[in-house]
């Protein structure tokens, strides 16, 4: 591939500004994507335009259709024609679900908003962090000693948003109702279109005279070769799926144990918040804690974080089932950030939004698939027989993935993961 010499990018500095600005730019995006007050009221906001339960789980299905569809396309138009455009294109989407939203009152009108969303979010994902991992990229080598944290920065801001917006959905719903819920959420969805003006494509290896046919081919010898690199790449590709999956369903379930063993559900919004804000902390503090203890002592950290908290979960006490919470929370912290940072350390810049995409469409899919099987075992067999048999995934996932993954690092000379 056509690389762009450290010396073209220092001969021109007239873009450092517009670099500057991106990161800012695209932290904002992200805030206020993320910044979801309808998540932690799924249930009274679909009650206001008189949907039952059965008709959200029809709502949600809709949603997940387009953007598992979209997801690998999205990525390749940021990688083929910029991420920009694509982000730019996701946020109109974004924007005019939530403007939609205000004139919507019947279920016609949900399903139109529930298909812009499911869009605009394939459009947004994947796209947002290549953006972002250029753009520190580039300043890097302008400034030799600065790291590259694009992984971490968006997903503490993301946690940060989602934690506060269950706080203020709480207080917005006590104080005006789901009107003022509605109308704050579609200025939300007015600021990500807003961030998107403001951001600025990096310069990155590009081959814009190759064929669409022949950059297709590149692409899959590219994954071809990815995927053939070693065993520990394939390892590290299926952690990103599978284990993702695991922790998105443990996290699915806490809440139906917190109900189980009785908490209030007026508890429900602070204890969120605190959980999101374990994440953001232990994403933060994430490459310090494999400098500590090195790489392969943070995989096993991970592991035993995972494997505590869902025991607790298990153990029918609402102390223990707590602080299990707290656990998950902070084995997706390490894990969120040190194994897509590793990941994107690995891959060229002109197919990273692409690749970023495909491990998002790995999960999704993971995710539909495990979702409908613990699902079945839940209606089946109950609650804490569906804990202990997701106990059993993690664990499996443990020794099958994580744990390699773990002896590979330690039998490296090299102490960094990414070298």
């Known amino acids: 591939m056509n690389k762009v010499s450290v010396d073209q990018r220092a001969s021109e500095p007239s873009n450092r500004p517009a670099l500057m600005r991106n990161r800012r730019a695209v932290l904002l995006l992200r805030g ?132 506060a917006a269950s706080l203020s959905a709480t207080v917005l719903l006590f104080n005006g109702g789901i009107n003022l819920v509605i109308t704050t959420q579609t200025g939300c969805g007015l600021l990500v279109f807003l961030a998107s003006l403001f951001l600025y494509e990096p310069t990155r290896s590009r081959q814009p005279n190759i064929a669409r046919h022949g950059e297709f081919q590149k692409l899959c010898n590219v994954l071809g070769a990815l995927w053939r690199q070693s065993v520990f790449m394939r390892r590290l590709l299926g952690a990103l799926c599978s284990w993702r999956v695991v922790n998105v ?13 009785e908490l209030g559900q007026v508890h429900f919004g602070w204890i969120w918040c605190l959980l999101q804000v374990v994440g953001a902390v232990t994403g933060h503090v994430a490459h310090d804690a494999e400098r500590l203890i090195g790489p392969s002592r943070v995989i096993y950290l991970i592991a035993a974080l995972a494997l505590a908290g869902l025991l607790m979960l298990g153990a029918s006490d609402l102390a223990l089932a707590l602080i299990g919470s707290v656990l998950l929370f902070a084995a997706r912290g390490f894990f969120s950030v040190l194994f897509m ?57 443990c020794l099958t993935l994580m744990l390699p993954l773990a002896n590979a690092l330690s039998a490296q000379s090299a102490p960094d993961s990414r070298s």
């Open 249 to 261: 369903l443990a996290i699915w379930l806490m809440q139906r144990v917190w109900v189980e063993l």
């Open 32 to 163: 206020a994507q993320r910044f979801m007050l309808i998540a932690s009221i799924l249930v009274p906001f679909f009650a206001h335009y008189g949907q039952d339960i059965q008709e959200i789980f029809w709502f949600e299905s809709f949603y997940a259709l387009p953007v598992l569809l979209m997801e690998v396309p999205s990525g390749y138009l940021a990688d083929r024609y910029g991420r920009v455009a694509v982000l730019r294109a996701g946020a109109v989407l974004w924007s005019l679900s939530w403007l939609l939203l205000l004139s919507v009152d019947d279920f016609t009108g949900l399903m139109v908003f529930e298909l812009l969303g499911g869009i605009a979010t394939a459009l947004l994902s994947g796209a947002d962090l290549a953006l972002l991992f250029d753009t520190e990229r580039e300043l890097a080598q302008r400034e030799a000693e600065r790291p590259n944290r694009a992984v971490r920065k968006l997903f503490v801001i993301g946690m940060v948003a989602e934690g």
């Open 341 to 397: 940072d590793a990941m994107n350390h690995r891959i060229e810049s002109e197919y990273r939004a692409t690749i970023n995409s495909l491990l998002g469409f790995g999960f999704r899919l993971g995710f539909v698939v495990s979702a409908g099987l613990l699902g079945w075992i839940f209606a089946e067999f109950g609650l804490w027989i569906t804990v202990f048999f997701l106990t059993t995934m993690t664990l499996t996932l």
